[in-house]
């Protein structure tokens, strides 16, 4: 590793936020640095906690976690956002709305909030999700919360990412039933029942409550049911109780060795995929017939093509 990425890991270790920033450009770019930087900032991670919000689009996860950050600053602590959006590509658009809600935080330094989209052209969410949190984690963001809409299988994939995940519903609709249908009911942590304010909160969570109960579980974790109002910024203080709970939780854990190792094993992995995949895309973009071919639908001879950028990539 060369001076300046040494004392480039250095500074963000100690905060710094244009090394921050270089470092998640670095990432993004898929520069051979980035994974140089990454394989080494594995073992410096650990110290801050990552935090996955999902539910329902609408539901208030936005307003939700704005007021987070309300709270976590004044008590003078870091936090930063991955906003997952299924319709932006990687390292492009923002998730509008989430930025025009959160703005009122752009100018203060332990606040940091990026848009990931999901339909990256290589490496997937996944990948990029992960190198963001242990990035952040090594520069010292205390909180770091993902926000993911739904629960599709990406989400899910991405809810395996974090350490702690809240379930947002609401008390609108069938939506909780739903949802909880939908796999929510194992992944979450801890539950959120957003816009308490409206009519029937105490239903919802009493469902909720039902549904666990039915379900056997081995962890001596208990997920609580939390009545907020984003708007208002009632019952965000006990959801970031629980949040601290669930760490405290968590530290009580015996760590697994050969758990870490199995962590470290599918990163570097996944690392080696997101890299293969960069180099079959530059290899494809260096002639635009291969393009145009691999997007026809009469190509006669796409296979053999496949096989050589295949060949071609594995030598260089
Ligand atoms: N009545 C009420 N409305 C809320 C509450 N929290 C959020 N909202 C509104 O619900 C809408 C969706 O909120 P947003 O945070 O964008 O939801 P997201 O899609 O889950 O991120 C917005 O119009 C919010 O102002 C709440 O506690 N009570
Ligand atoms: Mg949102």
């Given at each position: 590793m060369d001076e300046v990425t040494k004392k480039r890991i250095k500074n963000l270790q100690e905060g710094d936020r244009r090394a921050l920033s270089r470092v998640l450009s670095l990432v993004e770019e898929q520069d051979d640095q980035a994974f140089e930087i990454l394989e080494h900032l594995f073992e410096h991670t650990g110290k801050g906690m990552s935090v996955g919000i999902t539910g329902p689009a609408g539901a208030g996860k936005?307003?939700?976690?704005?007021?987070?950050?309300?709270?976590?600053?004044?008590?003078?602590?870091?936090?930063?956002?991955?906003?997952?959006?299924?319709s932006s590509p990687f390292s492009g658009g923002a998730v509008l709305g989430d930025r025009v809600r959160m703005q009122?935080?752009?100018?203060?330094?332990?606040?940091?909030?990026?848009?990931?989209?999901?339909?990256?052209?290589?490496?997937?969410?996944?990948?990029?999700?992960?190198?963001?949190?242990?990035?952040?984690?090594?520069?010292?963001?205390?909180?770091?919360?993902?926000?993911?809409?739904?629960?599709?299988?990406?989400?899910?994939?991405i809810m395996?990412?974090?350490?702690?995940?809240?379930?947002?519903?609401?008390p609108e609709s069938g939506d909780s039933i739903q949802a909880l249908k939908a796999g929510?009911?194992?992944?979450?942590?801890?539950?959120?029942?957003n816009k308490k304010d409206r009519e029937g909160a105490n239903r919802v969570a009493h469902d909720i409550e039902m549904m666990l109960s039915l379900v056997p579980s081995?962890?001596?974790?208990?997920?609580?049911?939390?009545?907020?109002?984003?708007q208002s910024g009632e019952g965000v203080a006990q959801l970031l109780e629980a949040l601290q709970n669930h760490r405290g939780y968590l530290n009580?854990?015996?760590v697994d060795p050969a758990r870490l190792r199995r962590k470290r094993k599918a990163f570097l992995y996944e690392m080696i995929q997101t890299r293969l995949a960069g180099y079959v895309e530059e290899w494809i973009d260096r002639d635009p017939h291969r393009r145009k071919a691999l997007e026809s639908t009469d190509e006669p001879n796409?296979?053999?093509?496949?096989?050589?950028?295949?060949?071609?990539?594995?030598?260089?």
């Open positions: 936005s307003t939700l976690i704005d007021q987070l950050i309300r709270l976590v600053r004044k008590q003078d602590q870091k936090i930063s956002v991955l906003a997952v959006d299924p009122g935080h752009c100018s203060d330094d332990g606040v940091f909030i990026r848009s990931v989209g999901s339909r990256g052209k290589s490496g997937g969410v996944s990948f990029a999700t992960r190198a963001l949190l242990q990035i952040l984690d090594v520069y010292g963001s205390e909180y770091t919360v993902v926000e993911t809409v739904g629960a599709g299988q990406s989400e899910v994939d395996n990412l974090v350490d702690t995940t809240v379930v947002v519903l609401t929510m009911l194992e992944i979450a942590d801890v539950f959120v029942i081995e962890s001596q974790w208990k997920p609580p049911i939390i009545l907020t109002s984003a009580t854990l015996q796409l296979y053999k093509m496949v096989k050589e950028g295949i060949a071609a990539c594995l030598k260089s």
